[in-house]
């Protein structure tokens, strides 16, 4: 029995005036893949991984998730299908602690009146899901997880990421 791909792109465009940035681009990713996206500047990796990843909208194509028209309008969106990228500048606050970067924009409240009132923020459940994470990463060296992520090692704030 043949494995069918999880995740599939079909014919995608996406062009910003005149410029194509994407052309007609296709893709299969199979389950327990590691896919590697390559090519020269300007060869429309970053595009097609946003049309995946809902940071863009690709102007022709289609692209399937598990055998399912997706038609993402966020990356929001994209990741509560289980896509999400960790882009090349990572986008961290370096100041910040590791948790505390994980959790940037969709922080865990504390239950009832105390986080949805006073918007007290669950630290320990934060604190806990990042350890968790971080282990199943193998980023074992991390031993503190409230320390300021600009002390990280590269490969370590990556994983962050």
């Known amino acids: 029995m043949a494995l069918e791909p999880i995740l599939t792109a079909r014919g995608l465009v996406k062009r910003y005036g005149r410029v194509t940035a994407l052309d007609n681009a296709d893709f299969d990713l199979y389950p327990g893949e590691i896919l590697a996206v390559i090519g ?3 060869a429309g990796k970053s595009s097609m991984i946003k049309a ?6 690709p102007d022709e194509g289609e692209i399937r998730l598990e055998g399912q028209v997706i038609n993402f309008r966020s990356p929001i969106e994209a990741q509560k299908a289980g896509i999400e990228t960790v882009y090349q500048n990572l986008a961290l606050s370096p100041a910040l602690s ?12 504390k239950p009832g009146v105390m986080g949805s009132v006073f918007r007290k ?3 320990g459940a934060m604190e806990k899901f990042a350890r968790d994470k971080l282990s199943e990463l193998g980023l074992m060296t991390i031993q503190n997880i409230n320390q300021a992520v600009e002390t990280l090692s ?3 704030r990556q994983g962050v990421a």
Request: hydrophobic share 35%; aromatic share 4%.
């Open 98 to 109: 590791i948790a505390d970067n994980m959790f940037l924009g969709r922080e865990i409240r």
């Open 154 to 156: 590269g490969g370590q």
């Open 40 to 42: 020269d500047n300007g």
């Open 121 to 123: 923020l669950d630290r």
């Open 52 to 57: 995946i990843s809902g940071a863009i909208t």
